[in-house]
């Protein structure tokens, strides 16, 4: 890869640029899109990845980085949507909307891929042209048509590809190991686009990167004739997150603060509720007992505070002369259409219920709203929100039940019938509940959400999938969140905070000066997993858990006379950091990376047997040393330090040796290494005799922390399982 100086590259800010980003953009988001715009520039071939939060403004920030594309030497820009007509629609229509004031200036021609005319004049080629494409094999074959048969010469121009979602479809293997792992049929059609485009750029656009980020970093071939270009990002550039912005932080980490607003918005859900909803059981639940019945209870309790909320809200917004908005709710606890035609008869009949005493005039229903209000009143006082006279919300609640609306999204259809021009689902009622499954994931933006009823529950989670399920998130009122409920089981909950942990370390880890070039995807075995496995199958991956260790093996020594010019400077900075006879020392991170950097400098890690990849055991060192809970241990490692070694580079079977160290070492580095890494720096004799080549040198040994998470990594060249423990 070419290597500039990033901050050396000067953007001209020209049309494009001054139409779409102008004085519209914060300072932070400007940042944001000259950084990434400048690394498009120099990646060559390599991808270039916006990192934003779910529902976070990606798509705003990407779009200007189209503008700056097209004002430094890009021509075309292809957008790669998520495989739906309604997000393709509502991609178009967000461009068609932000660069209005071009098209009509004729600088632009915007298209779909599947309605672009039959012939394209040469003038409106010359043009700058935005593509949106769905990530379908008839868009991505039309798409191939129009550059490489039709008109060759757009083809031979300069093409961003911003590739919406980039961890679904575009990334995907079929087959195995032993048959032969080829790519997915839309991650193929992908790949033979970038292929075929001699001068190209490409920027992966998602909230969950983490099967992006488990990719071998470099070409792969899995034979002479087809070689898969890489698809791990070579840079990464974060989205800023702004004021208006809720999230994990809000659900998972405010929430824990006793009495504050956010604490209030959990409401549990038990297991044997959803199991009612799965599918119609009368053992479980009868429609004629939906108010009595102890599993409706959270489902019926969530639609009454969502409309008693929702009735406080519009209160207190015409009490401040504000507009009052309408509101949504969300149930998404099943795939499948079946359930979802049982919860709609459910709520359904729960809300006529409510609407026969609502309209009895017997005070039942005036019982019922002053219970919702009790609830409802310790987050809106925590908040100093005014409240309504509880008389005045019992009659906007009479009002507003007969409004309520039951809409079941479970096709591409229905969410395409639904789209506003805003792109969101729109809001035909004062109220709606909107019932789903994974349709409403990605790219679907629902406004006035104020009730989240999850229950996805598989035995094992995925954390993109978990996270993309978070409709939640995203630009919400603050004055909203008093209102705002999250119904969910005790086990789901627990699942989605530490999600949430893991991905926001993930993004400490890659923000400016912690970066080391390796992601670190933290997981739990058996419950908590980065992504599906047909999406990893390409890469070898390293699991670094609680005790483990990682070393080089099958390494040989550099040549002696090297050698002796470094060992004596060696020996030095490493007596500095600890004495060979003593117990492991607590040693700063920066002084021990020194010191390793050199002990590998006098190893011949390109030997055909050697496996093993120093920027990642460096990288590797690095984050375990940061990721203590104790804040006077961030930044420092144990280091073991002992001489006198005579290590084998091949045991008499003739299996590369993996053990350096001896028994005691061993138990001493694991007992001590609790909170922080244990380095251990063993001086071996390396002597003709033990296969070496009469040279001393320094084995270097990393021992995982016992208090730390279970993270996976990719890595070019990995030990086997036999050469760490």
């Not at 005790?547 to 004596?568: D, E, M």
């Amino acid at each position: 890869m070419q290597v500039t100086p990033l901050d050396h590259i000067k953007l001209a800010r020209d049309t494009f640029v001054r139409s779409v980003v102008g004085s519209d953009y914060e300072p932070l988001s400007v940042q944001c899109i000259e950084n990434a715009t400048r690394k498009l520039l120099v990646a060559d071939g390599h991808p270039v990845m916006l990192l934003g939060k779910v529902q976070s403004g990606k798509t705003r920030t990407f779009l200007g980085i189209i503008a700056y594309c097209f004002d430094n030497g890009f021509d075309i820009s292809v957008i790669l949507t998520k495989g739906t007509r309604a997000l393709a629609q509502q991609t178009l229509k967000r461009l068609q909307s932000t660069f209005a004031d071009l098209d009509d200036e004729d600088e632009i021609r915007i298209y779909d891929i599947m309605q672009v005319p039959a012939n394209l004049p040469a003038r409106d080629r010359r043009r700058k042209i935005l593509l949106v494409v769905k990530k379908e094999d008839d868009n991505l074959n039309r798409l191939s048509d129009f550059l490489f048969n039709k008109y060759p010469d757009l083809a031979a121009k300069r093409v961003l590809i911003i590739d919406d979602e980039a961890d679904l479809a575009s990334v995907g293997f079929r087959g195995n190991r032993r048959t032969g792992v080829r790519l997915a049929t839309i991650a193929g059609m992908i790949e033979s686009l970038r292929k075929r485009l001699n001068n190209s750029a490409l920027l992966q656009v998602t909230a969950t990167p983490y099967a992006l980020y488990l990719q071998p970093q470099a070409e792969y071939g899995e034979d002479n004739n087809f070689i898969y270009q890489p698809l791990r990002p070579a840079y990464t550039e974060i989205v800023p997150i702004h004021d208006r912005y809720i999230g994990g932080e809000t659900y998972f980490i405010r929430s824990e603060q006793p009495d504050s607003v956010e604490s209030y918005m959990h409401v549990e859900v038990m297991p044997l509720e959803f199991d009612a909803l799965k599918r119609s059981d009368g053992r479980r639940l009868k429609l004629e007992n939906v108010l009595t019945s102890s599993n409706c209870l959270a489902l019926r309790t969530a639609l009454l505070d969502f409309v008693v909320g929702a009735s406080i809200r519009r209160l207190q917004q015409q009490m401040a002369g504000h507009r009052k908005t309408r509101f949504s709710m969300v149930v998404h606890t099943e795939q499948s259409r079946e359930s979802h035609q049982w919860q709609m008869q459910v709520t359904e009949r729960v809300v006529n219920e409510y609407i026969d005493l609502a309209t009895a005039d017997d005070g039942r229903w005036n019982s019922l709203v002053e219970q919702s209000i009790a609830r409802l009143a310790p987050a809106l006082t925590s908040a100093g929100n005014p409240m309504p006279r509880a008389d005045t919300v019992v009659v906007t609640t009479i009002d507003l039940i007969e409004g309520v609306r039951v809409q079941r999204v479970n096709s591409d259809e229905d969410v395409l019938a639904m789209l506003g021009d805003n792109g969101q689902l729109r809001l035909e009622s004062v109220l709606t509940v909107f019932i789903g499954g994974q349709i409403l994931d990605r790219g679907v933006t629902i406004e006035g959400l104020i009730a989240f009823y999850y229950g996805r529950n598989p035995q094992v989670f995925q954390q993109d999938t978990v996270l993309q399920h978070s409709r939640m998130y995203g630009a919400r009122p603050i004055d909203d969140l008093p209102v705002t409920r999250f119904y969910t089981s005790d086990r789901l909950r627990k699942v989605m905070s530490r999600i949430h942990e893991f991905d926001h370390a993930l993004r400490i880890a890659l923000e400016p000066g912690n970066d080391q070039g390796v992601a670190f995807i933290q997981e739990e075995r058996g419950r908590i997993k980065p992504c599906a496995p047909n999406k990893l199958m390409l890469s070898q991956l390293t699991s670094i858990t609680p005790g483990r260790r990682l070393l080089p093996i099958g390494f040989q020594t550099k040549a002696p006379s090297y050698i002796r010019t470094k060992i004596a400077r060696l020996d030095a900075k490493v007596s500095q950091i600890a004495q060979a006879t003593g117990d492991p020392v607590l040693a700063d991170l920066e002084d021990v990376i020194d010191a390793i950097t050199d002990a590998l400098l006098l190893l011949d890690l390109e030997h055909r047997e050697c496996v093993f990849d120093e920027r990642a055991f460096l990288a590797a060192v690095s984050y375990l040393s940061k990721q203590s809970a104790e804040p006077l241990l961030k930044g420092n490692v144990l280091v073991l330090v002992r001489d006198g070694r005579h290590a084998r580079r091949q045991f008499e079977n003739g299996r590369l040796s993996n053990i350096p160290y001896s028994a005691t070492d061993a138990e001493l580095a694991n007992n001590s290494a609790i909170n922080v890494p244990c380095i251990m720096l063993l001086r071996q004799d390396g002597t003709s005799a033990m296969g070496w080549r009469d040279a001393p040198f320094y084995w270097p040994v990393l021992q995982a922390p016992v208090n730390m998470r279970p993270v996976v990594f990719s890595a070019e060249v990995l030990a086997d399982e036999g050469s760490t423990r």
